[in-house]
Antibody, heavy 123, light 108 residues
Framework: EVQLVQSGAEVKKPGESLKISCKGS????????IGWVRQMPGKGLEWMGI????????RYSPSFQGQVTISADKSISTAYLQWSSLKASDTAMYYC????????????????WGQGTLVTVSS | DIQMTQSPSSLSASVGDRVTITCQAS??????LNWYQQKPGKAPKLLIY???NLETGVPSRFSGSGSGTDFTFTISSLQPEDIATYYC??????????FGPGTKVDIK
């Protein structure tokens, strides 16, 4: 059974750093992209970026380029999302997702989602 | 960047009603359009992929259609458990996965 299990909720102060995680299981972690989606309180879904753990190819949404860093440790099947200096506006639920394309030439969709990690940034 | 619009932003319907949501892309995305359901406090769930393909295990009352720039999502007979927010999402070359703003569905 494919599972994406995320790390627990975090409460941080502005200016602090943070790294949250997403552990994949039940599939070949290095053979699929894995990504992150933000949902600010009461708002919609925003795609942030993706990484291919097999070769660490990383791609960001223009809205999040330079704001966060996505990484992965294939030895422990875990992807990460990190901030070097948090802002109050980073307060949100963050979901990890698995982008999947069933065959060559088809589109991608997010077939599996983590349970979400709530990040609260407040002084 | 491709922009996605959805309408309506919210709707109320009775149990058993047919519910239709539309999604429009700012440029041709072929059939690279997915639909997700998000219930309160839960992670989103994939319902429809590639505009009209029902994800395994999803009830057949859910359906999707369209191509190019205009897409439709339909619940043929609304059930109480369908109360949720529904999002369309386009895919246009890695990495572009823009979501629509969402449609909140309530029971009247």
């Amino acid at each position: 059974e494919v599972q994406l299990v995320q790390s627990g909720a975090e409460v941080k102060k502005p200016g602090e750093s943070l790294k949250i995680s997403c552990k994949g299981s039940g599939y070949s972690f290095t053979s699929y992209w894995i990504g992150w989606v933000r949902q600010m309180p009461g708002k919609g879904l925003e795609w942030m970026g993706i990484i291919y753990p097999g070769d660490s190819d990383t791609r960001y949404s223009p809205s999040f380029q330079g704001q966060v860093t996505i990484s992965a440790d294939k030895s422990i099947s875990t992807a990460y999302l990190q901030w070097s200096s948090l802002k109050a506006s980073d307060t949100a639920m963050y979901y990890c997702v698995r982008p999947y394309s069933p065959y060559y030439g088809s589109g991608y969709y997010f077939d599996y989602w983590g349970q979400g990690t709530l990040v609260t940034v407040s002084s | 960047d491709i922009q996605m619009t959805q309408s309506p932003s919210s709707l109320s319907a009775s149990v058993g009603d047919r519910v239709t949501i539309t999604c429009q892309a700012s440029q041709d995305i072929s059939n690279y359009l997915n639909w997700y359901q998000q219930k309160p406090g839960k992670a989103p769930k994939l319902l429809i992929y590639d505009a009209s393909n029902l994800e395994t295990g999803v009830p057949s009352r859910f359906s999707g259609s369209g191509s190019g720039t205009d897409f439709t999502f339909t619940i043929s007979s609304l059930q109480p458990e369908d109360i949720a927010t529904y999002y369309c999402q386009q895919y246009d070359n890695l990495p572009s996965f823009t979501f629509g703003p969402g449609t909140k569905v309530d029971i009247k």
